[in-house]
Every structure is written in structure tokens, then in C-alpha cells.
């Protein structure tokens, strides 16, 4: 095994081991944290946000305390392990290209749509927003969110399987 096989070998495992903390906490914050605020819009995103300005103490931020780490990280690790299995061949590299590059579109869509999203949904009451549009907004990520999760189980699986297959090189 050469020397670049065996990096790119400990980056996909890296990739695929932080790859099951990502889907594993989207999976809880979908299933516990999100219907917390997202339930009865507009009301219970106004009322999350008012509690949460009240007492930070006890709010579960999770974009503050999990996500702005593991995002940034896992982002670069998936970019790392592209890069490092970029001239392998066959099934290992269509199973690496396919997990590494829906976890790039999906950490960017978080940074360039969902973040921004969740910011104007808990702070429309100050932001002058519509309840109707809450409604709407916070219906349209929830729903955009539980796809995101499925295309990132997929990834996640697509990495599996690419740990399985062995790499060969040009």
C-alpha cells in the first residue's frame, strides 16, 4: 500500500466516522429540538426565541454549541478526503465522489440557506415578518431539512460503502 493510499485510506475513515456524528445530531435535532420551536408557527418559534434571549442559560443552542464546530470540521475533512481520493479508480472512487460531495453541497446549503433561514424565522416577531410567512418559512425548512437528512443518510452510506471497496490508483 503506498504511502498516498494509506492517507487517503485514514482520511475516508475519519470522513465516514464524523460523517455518523453529523447525521446522528441532525437526526436528534430533528426528532427532539426542532419541534420544540417549529410545531405551531408562528407562536412556538416566537416563544423559543423569547425564552431563549430570557435564559440562555437553559436553552439548548445547538448551531452555537455543536454545529460551528463539527460543520467547519467535517466541511474540510470532506474536502480533504476528495482531494486525497482523487485518483483512485472505479467503485471506490464513485462511492467516495458521491459521499464527499453531497456532504460539501449539504454543509453549504446549511451556511448559505438553512442558518440564514432559522435566523430570520426566530427573529421574525423583531424583523416585522408575517405570521403567515413564519408559517411558511418554518414549514419550508422543516421539510427542506428532512430531505437534507435523507440525502445525508445516503452520504453516509455511499461513504460506508467506499471504505469497503478497495482503492486503486492510476
Given amino acids: 500500500m503506498t504511502r498516498r493510499i494509506q492517507i487517503e485510506q485514514i482520511l475516508l475513515w475519519l470522513f465516514v466516522i464524523l460523517s455518523g456524528i453529523v ?49 467547519p470540521t467535517h466541511l474540510l475533512l470532506s474536502l480533504a478526503t476528495l482531494i486525497a481520493g482523487w485518483k483512485t479508480l472505479g467503485d471506490h472512487r464513485k462511492w ?23 435566523g430570520e424565522i426566530l427573529n421574525s416577531r423583531s424583523l416585522g415578518i408575517s405570521p403567515e410567512q413564519v408559517t411558511a418559512k418554518v414549514h419550508m425548512w422543516v421539510t427542506f431539512s428532512w430531505v437534507r437528512a435523507a440525502i445525508g443518510l445516503a452520504a453516509f452510506v455511499a461513504g460506508l460503502r467506499a471504505l469497503t471497496i478497495p482503492p486503486l490508483r492510476e
Avoid: C, D, K
Avoid at 43 to 70: D, K, M, T, V
Avoid at 98 to 118: E, G, M, Q
Fill in 96 to 118: 467516495l465522489f458521491a459521499s464527499t460531495i453531497a456532504f460539501i453541497v449539504l454543509h453549504t446549503s446549511a451556511l448559505v440557506w438553512f442558518v440564514p433561514t432559522i
Fill in 23 to 71: 447525521i446522528g445530531g441532525g437526526l436528534y435535532e430533528m426528532r427532539v429540538i426542532v419541534p420544540l420551536w417549529a410545531n405551531s408557527p408562528p407562536e412556538s418559534a416566537w416563544y423559543w426565541e423569547a425564552q431563549r434571549i430570557a435564559n440562555p442559560q437553559y436553552a439548548p443552542n445547538s448551531g452555537l454549541r455543536f454545529w460551528i464546530f463539527l460543520t
